[in-house]
């Protein structure tokens, strides 16, 4: 029961940071990132997963190459 407390405490006090930093934002006149700000990170993401991708493939084909089959 006391883990449940804490849990709930923590959302509250991390909901309330983000509500009070949206009004605050909001206040500013602050729009957030920008579409271009927003594909650089898009495309930044899919080179990182593409290079994942390149490294397990290489990985799985020569550890294939590794298994003798009965």
């Known amino acids: 029961m006391g883990n449940l407390n804490a849990t709930l405490s923590f959302l509250r006090a991390f909901l309330g940071t983000r509500a009070d930093r949206l009004r605050c934002a909001m206040h500013e006149k602050d729009r957030g ?5 927003l594909a650089i990170i898009t495309a930044i993401i899919l080179g990182v997963a593409i290079g994942l991708l390149a490294v397990i493939t290489t990985f799985v084909t020569n550890e294939q190459s590794k298994i003798n089959a009965p």
Not at 33 to 37: G, I, K, M, T
């Open 33 to 37: 990132a920008s579409a271009v700000e």
